[in-house]
């Protein structure tokens, strides 16, 4: 015959079960002592109440239909927005980082591509200054020297064309080749660009002050003239 120990009914829950196993066996046990004729009914204490609570609480943490479950699922839920937005977060950290990190590298080449510009048209100048040095004052024994030179000339200009591509999206104003021509420093060209866009502001504001006197001054004869029609242009435009 089974024992009454030996009995066990599964949880509803299958992750309730080894719970509900402790909480039976627990209450097996206290119950066949609880029917016994000398057991003491008037002090007793049921010994598997914290056992029954564990239970109890997996069970309605499983149960859709119970508050505990719902604030859980809530809690849950609660924490998996948390979860993604802080992925969200770091992952936009990170892409923002690359980003930088790209730009940062595109800055670096195009600054090593300008300095490397700046060189080789500094030794175009060297070479072209020393060649017409040599050939306002030839001699003989300095052939070699201009032949060298020369050489460096057309290397030199031959490695500014393989150069050009990789400044077809560098645009320079015609304005000011006048000023290179004329050996004059490109930052004067900046400088007046400024001067002539700061008359060119003043003279707009200076109209539009004028335009603004103009209308107060239409307004106020027509005020004098047309007193309905003006409040009522005035009303329409609020």
């Keep these: 015959m089974q024992k009454m120990s030996d009995r066990h009914m599964s949880s509803i829950f299958p992750e309730c079960d080894q719970l509900k196993q402790i909480y039976d066996k627990c209450f097996t046990e206290f119950f066949q002592k609880f029917i016994t004729p000398n057991y003491r009914h008037q002090y007793a204490v049921n010994p598997c109440e914290r056992f029954h609570e564990v239970y109890k609480r ?31 977060n770091e992952r936009d950290k990170t892409a923002r980082q690359k980003e930088k990190e790209r730009e940062e590298e595109r800055r670096k080449l195009e600054d090593e591509k300008i300095l490397q510009l700046e060189k080789k048209l500094e030794e175009f100048q060297e070479n072209a200054r020393f060649i017409g040095d040599l050939a306002s004052n030839f001699q003989a024994k300095n052939q070699d020297a201009l032949n060298g030179r020369i050489y460096s000339l057309v290397r030199g200009l031959q490695d500014l064309d393989r150069m050009k591509g990789s400044f077809s999206d560098k645009q320079v104003p015609m304005d000011l080749l006048p000023y290179l021509d004329e050996g004059k420093n490109p930052l004067l060209y900046s400088k007046h660009c400024m001067e002539k866009t700061l008359e060119k502001n003043k003279a707009v504001n200076g109209k539009i002050e004028i335009y603004k006197k103009f209308r107060a001054h239409l307004m106020k004869e027509f005020s004098e003239e047309m007193p309905d029609l003006v409040m009522e242009y005035r009303n329409e435009r609020g």
Excluded: A, H, Y
């Excluded at 604030?71 to 839920?77: F, I």
């Design 58 to 88: 997996c069970v309605d943490e499983m149960d859709p239909s119970s508050p505990l479950f719902q604030n859980s699922m809530q809690q849950q839920q609660n924490q998996q927005r948390i979860m993604e937005l802080n992925e969200r």
